[in-house]
T-cell receptor, first 116, second 114 residues
Framework: AQTVTQSQPEMSVQEAETVTLSCTYD???????LFWYKQPPSRQMILVIRQEAYKQQNATENRFSVNFQKAAKSFSLKISDSQLGDAAMYFC?????????????FGKGTLLTVNP | DAGVIQSPRHEVTEMGQEVTLRCKPISGHNSLFWYRQTMMRGLELLIY????????DSGMPEDRFSAKMPNASFSTLKIQPSEPRDSAVYFC????????????FGEGSWLTVV
């Protein structure tokens, strides 16, 4: 079974600075998806960014980018120019590509605080 | 396009009462998922459907929980009778193709059983 580990329960960053959230995963599969979801205090789960394992290029979405290291099974999220609205719980998630296991496996989350 | 729509957003009910949570997936999505989030267990998949058919309900905690998807645009998760340990945020999510696409979540239904 796949597992996702987020080793940083909490992180903080100054507004306008850059922060990196860590995620590692364990799998024997070669093709899969990785995601970062954001959960603000409203509790809604919001997709931040997605990476297909077969793509070597790291995904980017505006101020959000990932560092995907397939061999190391590492998938970190970098937030540049942090804003107060980035404060939230961030979840790393894994999903198999095709096959019969369709569920998202989540890490336990990293609570990000943005200081003004 | 509208996202995944869930109702109610918040519900407080007494132990023993029946609770029904509702979900409308994104139009054109044929896979639907119900997740539960608690502090102790994090995010857990309860059940998922593909083309309105339940595929895997192994995450449903016990017989008190049931889920249906009578058509492509509507699903329910029912708890009968409810217990305080069922208090959680319940998320409905959908994706366009099972196993191949991003899963989009609704805003969640925050259930408190007293």
């Amino acid at each position: 079974a796949q597992t996702v580990t987020q080793s940083q329960p909490e992180m903080s960053v100054q507004e306008a600075e850059t922060v990196t959230l860590s995620c590692t995963y364990d799998t024997s599969e070669s093709d899969y998806y990785l995601f970062w979801y954001k959960q603000p205090p409203s509790r809604q789960m919001i997709l931040v960014i997605r990476q297909e394992a077969y793509k070597q290029q790291n995904a980017t979405e505006n101020r959000f980018s990932v560092n995907f290291q397939k061999a190391a099974k590492s998938f970190s999220l970098k937030i540049s120019d942090s804003q107060l609205g980035d404060a939230a719980m961030y979840f790393c998630a894994y999903r198999s590509h095709g096959g019969s296991n369709y569920k998202l496996t989540f890490g336990k989350g990293t609570l990000l605080t943005v200081n003004p | 396009d509208a996202g995944v729509i869930q109702s109610p957003r918040h519900e407080v009910t007494e132990m023993g009462q029946e609770v029904t949570l509702r979900c409308k997936p994104i139009s054109g999505h044929n896979s639907l998922f119900w997740y539960r989030q608690t502090m102790m267990r994090g995010l857990e998949l309860l059940i998922y459907f593909n083309n309105n058919v339940p595929i895997d309900d192994s995450g449903m905690p016990e017989d008190r929980f049931s889920a249906k998807m009578p058509n492509a645009s509507f699903s329910t998760l029912k708890i009968q009778p409810s217990e305080p340990r069922d208090s959680a945020v319940y998320f409905c999510a959908s994706s366009q193709r099972l196993g191949l696409d991003t899963i989009y979540f609704g805003e969640g239904s925050w259930l408190t059983v007293v």
